[in-house]
């Protein structure tokens, strides 16, 4: 399997993919498998914090059973970092040329993201047909979407930014969307409790939804 259609097999493992910030890589294990217990079996570390690489580290040799990605790469960089800390796949908040086409030749999945059909031209242009749809409920939501369907037929989405639990499934309805994406699954305040039953009953909710 290429790294192009691995990404689209990793979009469509859970219908909710969690976008964590990690203060204390210590917890991110107890997070991951609290995700997981609930139903997601795949997760965004975002690179905002300085824990977070280390937190990719510990979860995939930790926690394996669950996809773990790197979110917010800004730069080749980030993607190069991403690889050696074993993160599964790397996702950015946007698109620029370097990174488009450091991902078409990397060691893991990349998605770029994309609020404009120019980006998604772009994008398109390197080979790539799935793209994170950032930030989702400003730059257009589902109508934006639906309007993406038509002169982009063969592109595949991951809504995320501003999606909450309520509408999450207008966003799921959509045939070119494979999944979406949020932060509500891991409050901070709930992952600095340690409340793992809290955060399995978020996660437990969103799977089924
Ligand atoms: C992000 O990258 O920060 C995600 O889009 C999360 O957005 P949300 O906090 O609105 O869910």
Redesign the pocket.
């Known amino acids: 399997m290429n790294a192009r259609t691995e990404i689209e097999r990793i979009l469509k493992l859970s219908p909710v993919m969690p976008?964590v910030v990690i203060e204390d890589p210590a917890v991110a294990p107890d997070l991951a498998r609290a995700l997981w217990r609930g139903g997601l079996r795949a997760i965004?570390v975002?690179l905002r914090t300085p824990a977070a690489l280390q937190a990719i580290e510990a979860i995939a040799r930790d926690v394996p059973e669950i996809a773990v990605g790197a979110?917010?790469v800004l730069a080749v960089d980030d993607l190069h970092a991403a690889v050696n800390a074993g993160a599964a796949f790397a996702i950015s908040?946007g698109t620029t040329a370097a990174l488009v086409e450091a991902g078409a030749h990397s060691a893991i999945p990349y998605l770029p993201a994309v609020a404009t059909a120019s980006e998604l031209m772009l994008g398109l242009a390197h080979g790539y047909h799935c793209f994170k749809f950032?930030?989702a409920?400003l730059a257009g939501g589902p109508p934006m979407l639906k309007a993406f369907a038509g002169p982009f037929p063969q592109a595949r989405f991951c809504p995320?930014?501003?999606?909450t639990p309520e509408t999450q499934r207008t966003y799921l309805n959509l045939p070119n969307v494979l999944c979406v994406?949020?932060?509500?699954l891991a409050p901070a305040d709930v992952v600095a409790a340690r409340d793992w039953t809290r955060i399995e009953a978020l996660a437990a909710a969103a799977a089924r939804a």
């Not at 995320?160 to 999606?163: D, F, L, S, W, Y």
């Not at 994406?181 to 509500?184: E, L, R």
């Open positions: 976008v965004e975002t979110g917010t908040p950032f930030p409920a995320t930014g501003g999606i994406g949020g932060s509500w």
